[in-house]
Nanobody
Framework: HVQLVESGGGLVQAGDSLRLSCAAS????????MGWFRQAPGKEREFVAA????????YYADSVKGRFTISRDNAENTLYLQMNSLKPEDTAVYYC??????????????WGPGTQVTVSS
């Protein structure tokens, strides 16, 4: 059974950095593609970043490319999202997800409950 729990969110100022973590149940990161998504108030959930299961190829939304970095530690069963140069428009609930199909287009099968990131101007 796949379980995902995000942490590391909080309130920061524009230009600051945050690192989100996603603790996954055993062997999840070696068994699935992993992704980060976000949902801002009044908006649909959107793709942020993903990392493929075997090759570790990474994918990013244009809006975060060059500022965010996705990584994983299979031994620790943890997925990360390093977020630098944060902007107010990055404010959202961030979710990690696991899926067995395309890492970029999904769909994703398992989701965490999310962690709030708020960036003040």
């Amino acid at each position: 059974h796949v379980q995902l729990v995000e942490s590391g969110g909080g309130l920061v100022q524009a230009g600051d950095s945050l690192r989100l973590s996603c603790a996954a149940s055993r062997d999840t990161l070696s068994s699935y593609h992993m992704g980060w998504f976000r949902q801002a108030p009044g908006k649909e959930r959107e793709f942020v970043a993903a990392i493929s299961r075997i090759a570790g190829r990474t994918y990013y939304a244009d809006s975060v490319k060059g500022r965010f970095t996705i990584s994983r530690d299979n031994a620790e069963n943890t997925l990360y999202l390093q977020m630098n140069s944060l902007k107010p428009e990055d404010t959202a609930v961030y979710y990690c997800a696991a899926g067995s199909r395309n890492p970029y287009s999904g769909p994703y099968d398992y989701w965490g409950p999310g962690t709030q990131v708020t960036v003040s101007s």
